[in-house]
Nanobody
Framework: QVQLVESGGGLVQAGGSLRLSCAAS????????MNWYRQAPGKQRELVAS???????NHADSVKGRFTISRDNAKNTVFLQMNSLKPEDTAVYYC??????????????WGQGTQVTVSS
């Protein structure tokens, strides 16, 4: 089995920073793209940032210049550095990864989510 476990969420004042981490473990051969999504109350889940195994990144326009995605391939871990946080960044943040297993299966896996709350 494959597990993704997020950490690093919490309560922060507007203008503050948080760093999210997501570690993948289990029967993993390789990991392609790793992503961070978020879902605010009453809204659809949206893609925040992506990073390929080679390190190419994309960030949503709403977070460009404030959030940075990175990864440590040796540790199967992806990070999201969030600076200059705004109240509208409040959401549950989910890690997602496209993973090959040793059995030859390929699919997207999700973490359980971590709450980020930004107070004004």
């Amino acid at each position: 089995q494959v597990q993704l476990v997020e950490s690093g969420g919490g309560l922060v004042q507007a203008g503050g920073s948080l760093r999210l981490s997501c570690a993948a473990s289990g029967y993993i051969s390789s990991i392609n793209t790793m992503n961070w999504y978020r879902q605010a109350p009453g809204k659809q889940r949206e893609l925040v940032a992506s990073i390929t195994s080679g390190g190419s990144t994309n960030h949503a326009d709403s977070v460009k210049g404030r959030f940075t995605i990175s990864r440590d391939n040796a540790k199967n871990t992806v990070f999201l550095q969030m600076n200059s946080l705004k109240p509208e960044d409040t959401a549950v943040y989910y890690c997602n990864a496209d993973i090959w297993t040793p059995m030859g299966a390929y699919g997207g896996y999700w973490g359980q989510g971590t709450q980020v709350t930004v107070s004004s």
